[in-house]
Nanobody
Framework: QVYVVESGGGLVQAGGSLRLSCTAS????????MGWFRQFPGRNREFVAA??????VIEYADSVKGRFTIIRDNAKLYLQMNSLKPEDTAVYYC?????????????????WGQGTQVTVSS
């Protein structure tokens, strides 16, 4: 079976930092792409960042460029979030795809974590 588990969410003041962690395991996930998505209340899940297996290809949503950093260590994935804003408040999801190509579309990812809540106060 494939397991995707993320953690690290919490409550932080505007301007603060959080680091999210994710572990994905399974026999079909070698050299695959992974990513982070987030979901605001009443809205569809949206793309945050993605990375290929080696870290040579990385994509970020315009809303987080310069503030968030995605880090890959084989089956482990991290999202370092700095200069957080109240509008970053959302449930954050770790996702893994079988293929190696980095994509920003939610439907390209087959496996998902349970989500972790990030709340930024003003």
């Amino acid at each position: 079976q494939v397991y995707v588990v993320e953690s690290g969410g919490g409550l932080v003041q505007a301007g603060g930092s959080l680091r999210l962690s994710c572990t994905a395991s399974g026999p079909t996930l070698a050299r695959n792409a992974m990513g982070w998505f987030r979901q605001f209340p009443g809205r569809n899940r949206e793309f945050v960042a993605a990375i290929n297996w080696s870290g040579s290809v990385i994509e970020y949503a315009d809303s987080v460029k310069g503030r968030f950093t995605i880090i890959r260590d084989n089956a482990k994935l991290y999202l370092q979030m700095n200069s957080l804003k109240p509008e970053d408040t959302a449930v954050y999801y770790c996702a893994a795809k079988i293929g190696m190509v980095v994509r920003s579309e939610m439907d390209e990812y087959e496996y998902w974590g349970q989500g972790t809540q990030v709340t930024v106060s003003s």
